[in-house]
């Protein structure tokens, strides 16, 4: 590796650990509520991304923390794997790095699969949903980081080069079903809570495949459809 492309890869991380620019973030949504509108709210930016919803299926809507953070890595990973086993249901990442950071990311942890992705750089849709900036033990807590290891170690899923977005933006997921009703619900209370997709199948009335493991296993305790 070129010294120039050392101090590029260096001036990327540092970047990702900017605050970025405040937003105001609308209440969280709850089990019941209907899902937030699928335009943009009216404070965006004409050109912010969409997100809209098929009305024969119910959705699960997965929102990432910064492409090249391992815990988004295993929670892509098994969304991906979720979306072939459940095609009677449409599944959602959403990302806010860059459209070129996020299409090199997505070939590097192994393709889509049956996932919609949407790029939402500005997060306009993180704060639409209710998701805003974590703090700092959020994000760099002893544990998140023992987690991190422990990630490499068992999984070998490690820390990728961040080309954009920020590491303090939190991650969420949402089931919402054919009517548009938020049915579960699961933010991210430190970096390396990955959501768990089998109480999202439940929360939406579909049947987990029991015969392969667990998608997703999380450190915390989520009781109850709505798990946060």
């Known amino acids: 590796m070129s010294l120039a492309t050392i101090r590029s890869t260096l001036s990327q991380e540092l970047q990702s650990f900017k605050t970025p620019p405040p937003k105001e973030v609308a209440p969280l949504p709850k089990v019941g509520d209907p899902a937030p509108t699928s335009f943009p709210p009216p404070t965006s930016a004409p050109s912010a991304p969409a997100l809209s919803f098929p009305s024969d299926k119910p959705v699960l809507v997965v929102f990432l923390r910064h492409c090249g953070c391992p815990f988004a890595e295993k929670t892509f990973k098994s969304l991906?794997?979720?979306?072939?086993?459940?095609?009677?249901?449409?599944c959602i990442a959403v990302s806010h790095s860059s459209q070129t950071a996020t299409d090199r990311?997505?070939?590097?942890?192994?393709?889509e699969w049956d996932v919609q992705v949407i790029v939402d750089p500005d997060r306009d849709l993180y704060s639409a949903w209710g998701l805003g900036i974590s703090s700092t033990w959020h994000a760099l807590s002893p544990w998140a980081i023992y987690k991190t290891y422990q990630l490499g170690k068992t999984e070998g899923i490690w820390n990728r080069t961040t080309e954009s977005g920020s590491r303090w933006q939190t991650g969420g997921a949402f089931a919402v079903d054919k009517s548009g009703i938020v049915r579960w619900v699961q933010v991210a209370h430190s970096a390396d809570d990955i959501p768990n997709f089998d109480d999202a199948i439940t929360a939406l009335?579909?049947?987990?495949?029991?015969?392969?493991?667990?998608?997703?296993?999380s450190h915390h305790s989520h009781a109850g459809a709505q798990a946060h």
């Not at 991906?80 to 449409?90: I, Y």
């Not at 990311?105 to 393709?111: D, K, L, R, T």
């Open 80 to 90: 991906t794997k979720l979306s072939t086993r459940h095609p009677e249901l449409h």
């Open 105 to 111: 990311w997505i070939i590097e942890v192994g393709g």
């Open 205 to 217: 009335g579909l049947e987990v495949d029991k015969r392969r493991p667990s998608a997703t296993h």
